[in-house]
C-alpha cells in the first residue's frame, strides 16, 4: 500500500481503512465516550485520556494524522496520533516531554489513541485466541 489517502484501502478480507474526514467525527467522539464512561475494570478496547472536543479532532484530522477502520464497511474503530490538536493532556504531556527529554522537539508524537467498537473488539478476541 503506497501512500494512505481519503480512498479507503483494503488490509484484509472485510477490514478497510482511509484517513478520517470530518463527517466522521460524530462516530468518533461516540466511541471515545462510550470507552471513556467504563470502570477501569472493562476498558480492554480503549487507551486511557482526555476526551477530545469537536475542534481537535478537526486539527487531527486536518493534519492527516487520524485513521479510520471498517469491518464489513461499517465503521469499526480509529488511530489517532497528536501532536498539536491542543487537547489538555496532549501539551501536558509535551510539557513533560520537555522536562525529562532534552532534545524532544514538537514535531514528535506525544500522545496517541486507538479505539475499537465492541463488537469488533470481541469478534478480534475469538479470532486470535
Known amino acids: 500500500m503506497d501512500t494512505l489517502n481519503l480512498r479507503e484501502e483494503k488490509i484484509a478480507e472485510g477490514i478497510s481503512i482511509r484517513l478520517g474526514i470530518e463527517d466522521d467525527i460524530d462516530q468518533i467522539l461516540a466511541l471515545q465516550n462510550y470507552w471513556l464512561a467504563k470502570s477501569e475494570d472493562n476498558k480492554n478496547g480503549f487507551l486511557f485520556g482526555a476526551r477530545y472536543k469537536t475542534s481537535e479532532l478537526k486539527r487531527i484530522i486536518e493534519n492527516n494524522n487520524l485513521i479510520l477502520a471498517k469491518v464489513k464497511n ?49 469478534d478480534f478476541q475469538i479470532t486470535h485466541k
Open 74 to 122: 461499517e465503521f469499526a474503530g480509529f488511530f489517532l496520533v497528536d501532536a498539536d490538536s491542543g487537547n489538555e493532556l496532549t501539551k501536558a504531556y509535551q510539557v513533560q516531554l520537555k522536562r525529562n527529554l532534552p532534545d524532544f522537539s514538537k514535531n514528535s508524537c506525544p500522545r496517541a489513541q486507538i479505539a475499537m467498537k465492541l463488537r469488533c473488539l470481541r
